[in-house]
């Protein structure tokens, strides 16, 4: 079935100077990137993302782990991956959540660590199933920042908002 998952890289990965790796291991799956941006995570955004965790006792070390507070890099790379069983396929190269638990070869395995406050840094998000890529690539992308029809669309007319243009 084709489907549609989102890829973070997240400060850690970009920070360990990973990017290029972790494209070049993501591209053995053959997947087409649908859209790609590098941005700054809002708290609001990163609470969001994470909502399924907020009673975990880590909740607030990982929205500022996803917010780039510990690692100086204050952006993730967000994607969307698109084709043949798009989810699984990106989650199989991942691994596990826990790095330590994840195949090495993985690429949690390879670049991930557990923090000493017991966050596990694992360089990649990547949705878990079609509800969660839904969810997440309508959190993380506008419609026309995808070049490719996901989900249904409406056009509203929207009065009186401002909008940065090159002078
Ligand atoms: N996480 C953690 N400790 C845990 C579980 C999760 O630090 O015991 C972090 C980890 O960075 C993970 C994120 O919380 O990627 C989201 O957790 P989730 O269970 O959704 O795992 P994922 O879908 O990322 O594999
Ligand atoms: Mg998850």
Redesign the pocket.
Known sequence: MVEQTLVLI?PDGLKKSLTGNILTRLSETKLEIVAAKITRVTRELAQEH?S??KD?P?FE??IR?IRGELHQRRKVMAMVYWGEDAINKVRQL?G???PEEADPVSIRGAYGRITTK?????VI??S?DKGEAEREIKLWFKPEEIIVDLYPTKTIEVNKTKQKVWT
């Not at 017991?118 to 694992?122: A, D, F, L």
């Open positions: 997240k994470y399924h965790m975990k880590f070390e990982l782990y991942a596990l959540t826990n017991g966050v596990y840094e694992n998000h990547t878990r």
